[in-house]
């Protein structure tokens, strides 16, 4: 049971990047799931989620420049990242929401 997240990166501010979040040992195609992340001296932050049907919610301070997606086929969560700012820089984690469920992290870096 696990969830591998990759693409994290070096981007300049204005970039894009594609973060991904592997399931593997869970009912995925009926689990909600979702993106965070954690800035250095910060809590921890909502980001996004995606329900089982479809639905999405995001933080507020990424709504209009990030969509989360999934692919149920290959067990697969994902976070487009557009327009990023330097404020977008902090390790990403995907979640099994309800769950104690985390991915190891994926560090972002937007420079300016």
């Known amino acids: 049971v696990q969830l591998q997240a990759s693409g994290g990166g070096l981007v300049q501010a204005g970039g894009s990047l594609r973060l991904s979040c592997a399931a593997s040992?869970?009912?995925?195609?009926?689990?909600?799931m979702g993106w965070y992340r954690q800035a250095p001296g910060n809590q921890r932050e909502f980001v996004a989620l995606?329900?089982?049907?479809?639905?999405?919610k995001y933080g507020d301070s990424v709504r209009a420049r990030f969509t989360i997606s999934r692919d149920n086929a290959k067990n697969t969560v994902y976070l487009q990242m557009n327009s990023l700012k330097t404020e977008d820089t902090a390790v990403y984690y995907c979640?099994?929401?309800?769950?104690?469920?985390w991915g190891q992290g994926t560090q972002v870096t937007v420079s300016s």
């Open positions: 979640n099994r929401l309800g769950t104690e469920l």
């Open positions: 040992g869970i009912p995925f195609s009926i689990s909600v």
């Open positions: 995606m329900g089982s049907g479809g639905s999405t």
